[in-house]
């Protein structure tokens, strides 16, 4: 019944592949990836926002004068005066060197998650592999007990297929938000130039760094997994072939369930962890 012991290889392949995909991405900077060509469209933008950036500066600047001092006699003190010079001063610095500033808080992190998975003592993720004790239970069955089987294959394969991809698809979405959060950053960043506004420039900044410390939980998830994986779920060689190959996909299954979830909840964890 080789098809059926397929069937599953090729699940675990697939699985396999995008945790792969996943320690490669993790590691690489928004500036590399797909070569840059994304990137350097992202810089354009962000590039041409800056002026947009410049005219808000000036209007919040304006907006939090008004706000925050009663009269123009405040206005001409020299405390109150010198207060707002260096906001104004601070505020166009942010916009003009936003970029460089968002950069050292993305290497930063990437720092972070080198040093863990130096540290961790994994080159890359382990391999899923289907156990030798239970494509022998497979290949010991015959014809009418191997439908009841290839049905239980079928579903667990296309569950782990399944997870791989929403696996895959949050890593991808984080690279999306970074560069999402780059383009844009010019807007956000223009309401420091305020002080009644600032605090959407500081939700922004924050919002950023808890998309970069995704990488790190995602990074985590990987090698605790990485470590589950090296010891395959335990099986009952005595049982049945289907029984065997139920708690294996069963206990497999919440295994990579518990991996996706993590990952899909990074941004929830961090945001935790930062008191977000």
């Not at 990137?39 to 002026?51: E, R, S, Y």
């Not at 207060?83 to 601070?90: A, E, G, S």
């Not at 560069?179 to 420039?201: C, H, K, R, W």
């Not at 289907?242 to 518990?258: A, C, D, M, R």
Request: with cysteine; hydrophobic share 55%; proline share 3%.
């Amino acid at each position: 019944m080789s098809w059926i012991v397929d069937n599953l290889q090729f699940a675990l392949d697939v699985w396999n592949s995008k945790l792969a995909e996943i320690w490669q991405l993790i590691t690489q900077s928004p500036e590399t990836f797909k070569g840059g060509m994304i990137w350097n469209v992202i810089v354009n933008i962000h590039d041409a926002l800056k002026a947009i950036g410049l005219g808000l500066l000036v209007l919040f600047f304006v907006a939090g004068v008004v706000k925050t001092c009663g009269s123009f006699t405040e206005v001409k003190k020299p405390e109150h005066a010198l207060k707002l010079f260096i906001r104004f001063v601070l505020a166009k610095a942010v916009i003009t060197h936003g970029l460089e500033l968002m950069m050292s808080l993305f290497s930063i992190v990437q720092g972070v998650i080198s040093t863990i998975m130096r540290s961790s003592g994994l080159g890359g993720a382990n391999r899923t592999v289907l156990p030798d004790s239970i494509k022998e239970a497979i290949n010991n069955i015959g014809f009418f007990e191997s439908i009841p089987l290839w049905a239980v294959t079928l579903i667990g394969g296309l569950v782990i297929f399944v997870l791989s991809f929403i696996m895959i698809f949050s890593v991808y979405g984080r690279f999306f938000k970074l560069y999402l959060y780059t383009a844009i950053a010019p807007v956000p960043l223009s309401t420091f130039a305020g002080e009644p506004s600032q605090n959407v420039g500081k939700s922004f900044i924050k919002s950023y760094c808890v998309v970069c410390l995704e990488g790190a939980i995602i990074v985590l998830a990987c090698v605790i997994f990485s470590l589950f994986a090296a010891s395959p779920p335990a099986v009952d060689s005595s049982a049945s072939a289907v029984t065997q190959v139920w708690s294996y996909i069963g206990e497999l299954t919440f295994n990579l369930l518990v991996l996706v979830g993590t990952i899909k909840m990074s941004s929830m964890a961090v945001k935790e962890m930062t008191g977000g």
